[in-house]
Structures are given as C-alpha cells and as structure tokens.
C-alpha cells in the first residue's frame, strides 16, 4: 500500500509542474503591460518602473518563471496590490466558507444521488426509472446561475423559508447559520446528485448482469446484502471518478453561487481582485484553484486502491 501511495503521490508532481507552468505563461500572454493594468493609463512612468520592479516583470522571462516556481515551493504567493497582506492571508480567511459549501454539496449530492441512482437500477424501466431520468436530465440542464437565481427567488423572497442573503455573520446561531447555509449548498447539491444518481444507475445496470451477482442470488443472499455488498461496492470506481472530475466544476459552480447568495468565499475574492485589477492575488486564487483540483484527483486515484485492492498492484 506505501508503495502505491508513493507512485500516486509522485505522479501529482509532473501535473503541478504543468499546472503551474500553464498559468505563468497565460498571466503573462494577457495583451498590455500589467502594471498599466493595474494602475491605470494616467499613472507616471516611474510608478510603473516601481510597480513592474515590485511585481520582478523588469527581469528576463526565465528569472521571472524560476522565482516563480521557488516562491509557490515555500508557499509565497505573493502580495495583494489591494490590500497589501499576503495572499494566502487573504485566501485563510474565506476558504473555509468554499469549504463549507462544496463539502455541504457533495454530502447532499451523495446522500440523495446514490439511493436514487440504485433505486433507479433496481427499477430499470420502471415509473422510478422515468422519473429519476427525467428529474435528472432537467438538473443537468440548468447552470448553476440559473438554478441559483430562481432557487432565491421562490424559496427566498416569495416564500421566505431562507434568508436571502447566504452570508455568515459573527454572532449567528447554528441554527441561523444552517439556514444561511441550505439554499445555496442545495443549489450545488442538486446538480450534484444528478451526476452521481446517473453514473450509479448506469454503473448498477453493469453489474447487476455479472455472473457472480446471479450466484449470489442463487445462494440465497438477502435482496439487501447483495446490492449493499456485492453490487454497490463493485460500483464504486466509476462514483469515485465523477465525484473527483466533478470537484473543479463544483468549485468553479461554488464561485458562482457565492455571489448570487452574497456569501463571503473565493467568489467574492475573485470578483474583488477583478474589479481592483489585483494581478497578484488573481494568480495566487489561480495556482491554489489548481493545487485543490490535483489533491482531489490524487485522493481520488487513492481511494480507488481501497475500494478495488487490484488497482494497487496494476
């Protein structure tokens, strides 16, 4: 098992070099000088030689990518022209709001995506099977702006059952901070739990076909012992990987529906660092959007060797 964790572990290291070698270039295709950018076309030439010195764009390319890779290494991304803190002094504080919100998402994806998507299976072209389909057709359908929109406009100003505003104060109770947290974690959930109940539903159909599921059957074992143990659990590997290739959706959907509930979180700090024209703190939010998207996949090629022991020695 160390062993496999090893190989997993060292393959993530090419991918981040990529990643990272990606956005320095992109930053830098960006037509126009970054530092005009930034402090605008009436700024002085020497605010933005001082600016350019500041932000090391007076050095050659590959000095620029070096010092780059060395700073991401001892984790300095950087200083938020804005603000003036560190960019991971920014990001500390919002993070664990997106955090919040895309763990609420997954749970809730899960918890209604995988009965559902057995229950589906278990009926295959039956009236449960129509309408999982169709409900989940209509939920991969709606972008989350949109859902998300109209899920504020129903169940938060006509009906009142939410707040309107996502956001968590200081003094809030549980409960009140629960309730700020539902409507935009139910906006993510759902479009969530369709992708899990149909890759479930069509992974169940495949295995419920297998040999060793007609054996099972024929021994004798419970109706409930055989999806729970033997067709569920041979399921998995094909749930794991939408759950891990869905997480940079989810976290780009995240962004989105921070807005649209006004919950404080990366969104927010995205949306700021745009309208501040904040160079450094827009690739700071780029390079660790990048290394959460490769932690997942790489906690997900790991949790394939749990579920199935034949992927660690392949």
């Known amino acids: 098992m160390t062993g496999f964790v090893l190989r997993r572990l060292l393959f993530a290291i090419p991918t981040l070099l990529v990643m990272l070698t990606a956005i320095f270039v992109l930053v830098r295709m960006v037509p126009g000088d970054a530092a005009q950018v930034v402090l605008g076309d009436q700024a002085s030439a020497a605010s933005l030689a001082a600016l350019r010195a500041k932000l090391g764009l007076d050095q050659p390319v590959y000095v620029q990518y070096v010092s780059f890779l060395l700073n991401v290494a001892r984790g300095d991304l950087g200083q938020s022209l804005s603000s003036g803190r560190s960019v991971i002094e920014e990001v500390r ?27 589906a299976a278990l009926s295959r072209n039956g009236w449960l099977d129509y309408v999982s389909r169709v409900v989940s057709l209509i939920g991969l359908s709606f972008p989350a702006f949109v859902s998300g929109i109209l899920m504020l406009i129903v169940f938060a100003i006509q009906l009142g059952w939410f707040p309107v505003l996502g956001g ?21 959930g759902l479009i969530m739990t369709a992708y899990v109940m149909r890759v479930t539903r069509a992974a169940m159909l495949g295995v419920l076909t297998e040999d060793y599921i007609r054996t099972a059957r024929a021994k004798g074992v419970g109706p409930v012992r055989l999806v729970a ?86």
């Open 93 to 119: 504080q919002v993070l664990p709001s997106t955090i919040e919100l895309t763990a609420a998402a997954i749970v809730i994806g899960l918890l209604f995506g995988l009965p559902l998507g057995v229950a």
């Open 168 to 188: 968590s104060g200081g003094r809030q109770s549980f409960a009140e901070h629960l309730r700020g947290l539902a409507l935009p974690a139910l906006n993510l």
């Open 229 to 314: 143990r033997h067709a569920l659990r041979n399921s998995l590997i094909p749930i794991i990987t939408v759950v891990g290739l869905y997480f940079g959706t989810l976290i780009g959907n995240s962004v989105l529906t921070e807005i649209i509930f006004n919950r404080p979180g990366l969104g927010k700090l995205i949306l700021g660092a745009l309208n501040s024209r904040d160079y450094t703190l827009l690739q700071g939010l780029m390079i660790i959007f990048a290394i959460s998207v490769i932690a997942v996949n790489t906690l997900t090629d790991l949790a394939y060797g749990l579920v199935d022991p034949r992927v660690k020695y392949s």
